[in-house]
């Protein structure tokens, strides 16, 4: 059994002094390339990853929904009758947005107590506020006795998290948390939520390198790229990036502003290069694969400008690694929305001890970074357990 979910079970027991009725879960994710593409209409190419968030629910008396967030030892009471606002405490809001939304979606909700613990670390670009999401309102809609496709349930998380919470996240994290199938990665067209399963080799291994360098998604930094890439989607007649590709991009590129262009052009190239890197690892091309992914990288770095030179490090570690053990068959570049977080690999599974072993020996970090690596399989995404 989980930690996360024997964690939940026992707080559960001990605060409500009952069993819970159901137990779900649901998964963190990688994206393995695809960034900042999912609000412009494009292509992500995300897996889950094999840390969830649990959920034990049961029911309770009223309209109340009782939570308990075991990781931040708080706890959380409001009602479902009526108008249902803001909390002063963070966690509670993605819990308090999946049941606002959820109503607002025509779903009703039974009075439910519920516990959550997480090993999906926080604030990594893990995308624990996704997991989070899905797991909650999976939950509730299963104690109320309804159905929900998984699509919708997305929606509503992404709506909680948009409007409720305040951060202005695109859809992916919450499809992927929602429909992730196991060993799969899944291609994401994030302007028709079309999916595609695509396996992942099994000689293929996923490393996650927390550089523990902690972002925000908050940030007005993620906000200001936004900004930046309407802006330019204006600027070329389109109603979003997606809609332009890269002959288009230089042919109309007169009036638009340096900085615009650099962002419109990292849009641009990584649509392209993430529809060919679902090409790549269905064919298990590993070298293809890891080619785009530095180029991803470079185009965060240069054109995006959402790295730090930190991350730009490990990478360039990771990378150097691959093209030394591995002979170029995989690559490394930093996932999520940027500012520091995570740095993945994918490389043929018998070489990523000798990549473990170069980030120990060049990686020098900060004393109060703490760097941690997982090596993860890719997981189903949420489900009743
Ligand atoms: P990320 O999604 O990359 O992990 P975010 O800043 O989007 O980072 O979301 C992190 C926030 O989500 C946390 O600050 C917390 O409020 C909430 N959260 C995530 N997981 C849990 C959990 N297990 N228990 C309580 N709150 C959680
Ligand atoms: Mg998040």
Redesign the pocket.
Known sequence: MSDAKTRAIDAYIRAYDKKPEHIIRAPGRVNIIGEHTDYNDGFVLPCAIDKD?VVAIGRHDGDIIEAL?I??DAHDIFSIDGDIVESPQ??AN?VRGMAKHLLLGDYSLAPSRIS???D?????????????EMAVGRALIEQSGQMIKLTDLAMIGQEAENQFVG?ACGIM?QLISAKASAEHALLIDCRTLECSAIPIPENISLLIVNSGIIH???DGAYNERRAQCEKAALHYGVAALRDIDENQLEAGKAGLDDISYRRARHVVTENARTLAAAIALRQNDLSKLGQLMQQSHASMRDDFEITVAEIDRLADIMNDAIAHYCDGRGGARMT?GGFGGCVIALAPHEHIADIIDSIHRHYKKNDNQKVEMLISRASAGVNII
């Open positions: 968030t967030s990781d931040y963070l966690w993605y959550i613990a997480g999906v670390p926080l604030g990594s670009g893990l995308s624990s506020s996704a997991a989070l951060c994290d925000s998604n908050s999520g």
